[in-house]
């Protein structure tokens, strides 16, 4: 008994190393691209940055049509999606989590990729299921018909009718099997991804936050979730509503949210120093400052300039650069993710922020901006 007890303790430890391991073991079933006639000979584990664009992070060599990652985990790092890059029509995609993931797929049709051996992988391909059989059904469908009215009913306005009124029943219904699915499993990040990815745009704003509500506390701080709490917070934005938690990345180089300032009132304006209606607005920014900025009061300009030093050479020629005004960009112009999110279309776009991260107003300009931040500030006061 003792000795059995002493190889279990000896043995936790490893037990523990393994368990923040990820080996990715992965089977070509065909190794050749699909527009080039040519064998893939080395793959690429591949993780998105924050704008949804590639980054290889690994590479390895295929042999005989089979490849292996082994990858270290930090268990504090979130389970996300990572992908197998290195084809000319797509990616395999599967979670990278500890364990064994198996992958199998046809090189030529990589984003048809079977992952599993691991919890989250195990989900995702339940999941796919759903959807396949929606296919399935809808392919059904036609042949159905087909064979009872005829090959030539799907070719008049009555048969293509009844086809995409079949598909779409098929759709809905497998719309709803999805929701109720990744309900029962809210506590996988495969919730809150394919939520934001594929269904919650489907419906209103209550029925969206419901959404979001359902999701596990635990993965409150998870990428996915932030990602669709913003989303949804930013459907038909309206005076009132809580506003998408945007990352600003700072002039000074690092990285804030827009709740880092929650317990002040904030004014958010969207300019970029080629917008001559902008650059118009600056003296009558520049009083609200000089009226304000000892109070419970700041100017966050995000701009939409896509050259760094267009960006701060207007910062320091328009002498904006002080405390309790604050500067932003990623530099992406109009695909900034800050500027989707609050619905930036043209420019100047303002946005009054309450203290607990709502809006008060949008689009006020000049005197009315002025006016409205002194009655707010001046109600606060009030209250105290």
Not at 307 to 328: F, M, T, V
Request: hydrophobic share 40%; aromatic share 10%.
């Amino acid at each position: 008994m003792k000795k059995t007890l002493l190889c279990c303790l000896m043995a936790m430890p490893l037990m523990g190393l393994n368990a923040q391991q990820c080996i990715i073991e992965g089977e070509l079933t065909k190794d050749s691209l699909r527009f080039e006639e040519k064998k893939v000979s080395q793959v690429y584990l591949t993780a998105l940055d924050e704008y949804d664009n590639f980054q290889a992070i690994d590479s390895v060599k295929v042999k005989n049509g089979k490849f292996r990652f082994t990858r270290q985990l930090d268990p504090n790092d979130p389970i996300l999606l990572y992908f197998i890059t290195g084809f000319d029509n797509g990616a395999a995609h599967f979670f990278l989590e500890p364990g064994t993931v198996h992958l199998r797929f046809d090189a030529a049709f990589p984003s048809g990729c079977v992952a599993t051996g691991t919890p989250n992988n195990e989900l995702m391909r339940e999941y796919d299921a759903i959807k396949k059989k929606c296919v399935a059904e809808q392919t059904d469908s036609a042949r159905i018909l087909k064979a009872r009215y005829g090959d030539d009913f799907m070719a008049v306005p009555e048969g293509n009718a009844a086809w995409l009124r079949l598909g779409a029943e098929a759709l809905m219904v497998a719309y709803g099997e999805q929701l109720q699915f990744l309900a029962r499993h809210y506590d996988s990040p495969l919730a809150p991804l394919m939520m934001d990815r594929e269904l919650y745009y489907l419906y209103n704003k209550k029925m969206a936050m419901r959404m979001v509500r359902s999701i596990s506390p635990k993965l409150k701080k998870h990428p996915y979730y932030v990602s669709l709490l913003n989303n949804v917070r930013a459907m038909e934005l309206k005076v009132g509503d809580e506003l998408p938690d945007i990352k600003l990345p700072m002039s000074d180089g690092t990285q804030k949210f827009l709740s880092d300032y929650q317990g002040k009132f904030v004014l958010l304006d969207f300019w970029a120093s080629w917008c001559a209606p902008c650059l118009k607005e600056m003296p009558k920014l520049k009083e609200l400052y000089e009226e304000n900025k000892d109070n419970n009061f700041a100017i966050i300009s995000y701009s939409l300039d896509n050259i760094e030093d267009a960006w701060r050479g207007a910062i320091s020629r328009l002498d904006i650069d002080k405390p309790n005004w604050l500067h932003a960009s990623d530099l992406k112009a109009w695909k900034s993710p800050a500027a989707v999110l609050m619905g930036v279309t043209e420019i100047p776009r303002t946005i009054l922020v309450s203290p607990d991260g709502r809006a008060i107003a949008f689009n006020l300009r000049g005197d009315e901006l002025i006016q409205k931040v002194e009655q707010i500030l001046m109600e606060e006061e009030l209250k105290k």
